[in-house]
C-alpha cells in the first residue's frame, strides 16, 4: 500500500482505505478502482492524497473495530470543525456535549486493545483532527486508569478545546517539537476563546491550563511536583504528545508507534509511567503481522506480542527462518528491535494458521 497524492491519482487505481462523508455514509469502499469522475469527486475533499493498493497486492485485513474507528474519525472530525468553529467566534456550540459522549461511549470503558490509525491531515484541518485524537487517547487510557463519570467528561472536553487557540494562527504548526514561542501563543488565544465561552465548567479551563503548563514548560527540569502529579493533566499531555509525534504530516514523516513510546518511557521526567503504561494497554504497538527491522540488521515478523513487555515479544526472522524469543535475557544481548519496517500502513495480510505454526504453545 502507498500513498498517493491528489493530483497524481489515476483511473484504475485501488483504494486501500474506504472514503465516508461526514454523516459516516460510505462513499467508495476499500478495493474500489477509480475513475475519472470519482477522481474529480475526492478533489472536492480538500484531501491530501489517498492511499492506494499496489497492482497486485492482496486487500489487507481489517477488524469491525478498525472500520468503526476510520469512520468514526471521519464523523467526528466534521461535527469538531463546526463545533470549535462557533466557539471561536464567541458563539454557542451545537453538540460538544454529545460528541464528548460519544467519545466516552466508544472508548472509555474498552476491554482489549484497539489499532490506532493515524489519519491524514494538513494544515486546513490538523486541528480539529489532533484535538479528536487526543480525546479518544485520553479516554482510552482514563479508561484504564479507572477514570469515570464527571471527571472522565471533563477530561475529554478539556482535550477537545485544549488547542483550540491555534485557530487565530496564520499557519497552524503540524510538527511534534513546535516552537516553545508558538505554544506561548497558542495557550494565550485557547484562554482568550475560552473565557468568552460562557457554558464551560471552570474545572475544564482550569484543567486545559494546568496541561498548557506542562506543555509550555516542556524541557524544563523545575516543573513543579503538584503539575507532575496532576493525573488529569497528565493524561492529556501523553495523548497529546503521542499524536503530535505519529501523525501523518503535509511535511515530514511520522514517527513510529514504536518510536514514540520508547520516547515517552525513556523521558519519566516529563511523562508520568503509569499513564504512559495506560497508554501501552490501550493500544497495539507490536503485536502479530507487524514487520520490524531488528538490531541485527535483518527484518522480522512479530509472531507472538509481549504483554508485559511490549518491546520483547517473539520475532521470526526473515532471513533465516530463526525465531527470537525477545523475553529471553541472553537474546536480549544480542538482538532487538530497532523499528517497525517503514511503511504508510503496517496492517499485514498474514494467514493466522502460518502463525500458529510457529508459535509455541
Same mark, same amino acid.
Not at 525477545?326 to 528491535?337: A, D, F, G, N, Y
Given at each position: 500500500?502507498?500513498?498517493?497524492?491528489?493530483?497524481?491519482?489515476?483511473?484504475? =487505481?485501488?483504494?486501500?482505505?474506504?472514503?465516508?462523508?461526514?454523516?459516516?455514509? !460510505?462513499?467508495?469502499?476499500?478495493?474500489?478502482?477509480?475513475?475519472?469522475?470519482? +477522481?474529480? %469527486?475526492?478533489?472536492?475533499? *480538500?484531501?491530501? %492524497?489517498?492511499?492506494? !493498493?499496489?497492482?497486485?497486492? /492482496?486487500?489487507?485485513? =481489517?477488524?469491525?473495530?478498525?472500520?468503526?474507528?476510520?469512520?468514526?474519525?471521519?464523523?467526528?472530525?466534521?461535527?469538531?470543525?463546526?463545533?470549535?468553529?462557533?466557539? $471561536?467566534?464567541?458563539?454557542?456550540?451545537?453538540?460538544?456535549?454529545?460528541?464528548?459522549?460519544?467519545?466516552?461511549?466508544?472508548?472509555?470503558?474498552?476491554?482489549?486493545? +484497539?489499532?490506532?490509525?493515524?489519519?491524514?491531515?494538513?494544515?486546513?484541518?490538523?486541528?480539529?483532527?489532533?484535538?479528536?485524537?487526543?480525546?479518544?487517547?485520553?479516554?482510552?487510557?482514563?479508561?484504564?486508569?479507572?477514570?469515570? %463519570?464527571?471527571?472522565?467528561?471533563?477530561?475529554?472536553?478539556?482535550?477537545? !478545546?485544549?488547542? +483550540? %487557540?491555534?485557530?487565530?494562527?496564520?499557519?497552524?504548526?503540524?510538527?511534534?517539537?513546535?516552537? /516553545?514561542?508558538?505554544?506561548?501563543?497558542?495557550?494565550?488565544?485557547? $484562554?482568550?476563546?475560552?473565557?468568552?465561552?460562557?457554558?464551560?465548567?471552570? @474545572?475544564?479551563?482550569?484543567?486545559?491550563?494546568?496541561?498548557?503548563?506542562?506543555?509550555?514548560?516542556?524541557?524544563?527540569?523545575?516543573?513543579?511536583?503538584?503539575?507532575?502529579?496532576?493525573?488529569? $493533566?497528565?493524561?492529556?499531555?501523553?495523548?497529546?504528545?503521542?499524536?503530535?509525534?505519529?501523525?501523518?504530516?503535509?511535511?515530514? #514523516?511520522?514517527?513510529?508507534?514504536?518510536?514514540? +513510546?520508547?520516547?515517552?518511557? @525513556?523521558?519519566?521526567?516529563?511523562? @508520568?509511567?503509569?499513564?504512559?503504561?495506560?497508554?501501552?494497554?490501550?493500544?497495539?504497538?507490536?503485536? /502479530?503481522?507487524?514487520?520490524?527491522?531488528?538490531?541485527?540488521?535483518?527484518?522480522?515478523?512479530?509472531?507472538?506480542?509481549?504483554?508485559?513487555?511490549?518491546?520483547?515479544?517473539?520475532?521470526?526472522?526473515?532471513?533465516?527462518?530463526?525465531?527470537?524469543?525477545?523475553?529471553?535475557?541472553?537474546?536480549? #544481548?544480542?538482538?532487538?528491535?530497532?523499528?517497525? =519496517?517503514?511503511?504508510?500502513? *503496517?496492517?499485514?495480510?498474514?494467514?493466522? @494458521? !502460518?502463525? *500458529?505454526?510457529?508459535?509455541?504453545?
Amino acid at each position: 500500500m502507498k500513498f498517493v497524492k491528489v493530483d497524481d491519482l489515476k483511473a484504475g =487505481m485501488r483504494l486501500g482505505k474506504p472514503i465516508y462523508n461526514k454523516n459516516g455514509v !460510505l462513499l467508495y469502499d476499500r478495493d474500489t478502482k477509480l475513475t475519472m469522475q470519482a +477522481i474529480y %469527486g475526492i478533489k472536492n475533499f *480538500n484531501l491530501m %492524497g489517498l492511499y492506494i !493498493l499496489e497492482p497486485a497486492e /492482496p486487500l489487507p485485513p =481489517m477488524t469491525e473495530d478498525d472500520i468503526n474507528f476510520e469512520r468514526f474519525q471521519t464523523m467526528a472530525v466534521f461535527s469538531i470543525k463546526e463545533d470549535l468553529d462557533l466557539i $471561536a467566534l464567541g458563539k454557542k456550540d451545537k453538540g460538544l456535549d454529545w460528541l464528548c459522549s460519544l467519545v466516552i461511549k466508544n472508548y472509555g470503558d474498552l476491554d482489549h486493545k +484497539i489499532n490506532f490509525v493515524q489519519s491524514l491531515r494538513s494544515s486546513e484541518d490538523f486541528v480539529y483532527k489532533h484535538v479528536l485524537n487526543v480525546s479518544i487517547l485520553s479516554a482510552l487510557m482514563a479508561g484504564h486508569l479507572g477514570v469515570k %463519570g464527571g471527571r472522565l467528561n471533563m477530561i475529554i472536553k478539556a482535550a477537545v !478545546l485544549h488547542d +483550540i %487557540g491555534a485557530l487565530r494562527l496564520n499557519e497552524v504548526p503540524d510538527e511534534a517539537d513546535v516552537d /516553545p514561542e508558538i505554544r506561548r501563543v497558542i495557550k494565550s488565544n485557547t $484562554a482568550d476563546i475560552l473565557n468568552r465561552y460562557m457554558d464551560l465548567d471552570a @474545572d475544564i479551563t482550569k484543567l486545559i491550563s494546568q496541561f498548557q503548563e506542562l506543555y509550555t514548560r516542556e524541557g524544563e527540569s523545575e516543573i513543579p511536583d503538584a503539575l507532575k502529579m496532576n493525573v488529569n $493533566a497528565n493524561i492529556l499531555y501523553v495523548a497529546d504528545t503521542y499524536d503530535r509525534l505519529t501523525a501523518m504530516k503535509s511535511a515530514s #514523516e511520522p514517527t513510529s508507534e514504536v518510536l514514540a +513510546i520508547r520516547y515517552l518511557l @525513556d523521558n519519566e521526567d516529563k511523562f @508520568d509511567p503509569m499513564i504512559v503504561n495506560a497508554l501501552i494497554k490501550a493500544i497495539n504497538i507490536l503485536y /502479530p503481522g507487524v514487520c520490524v527491522e531488528l538490531s541485527n540488521g535483518q527484518k522480522g515478523l512479530v509472531i507472538r506480542g509481549n504483554d508485559e513487555a511490549i518491546f520483547e515479544p517473539m520475532v521470526l526472522d526473515f532471513r533465516t527462518n530463526m525465531l527470537y524469543d525477545l523475553s529471553t535475557p541472553s537474546v536480549k #544481548e544480542e538482538v532487538h528491535i530497532v523499528d517497525v =519496517m517503514k511503511t504508510m500502513d *503496517n496492517r499485514i495480510q498474514l494467514d493466522p @494458521d !502460518l502463525l *500458529n505454526q510457529f508459535a509455541p504453545a
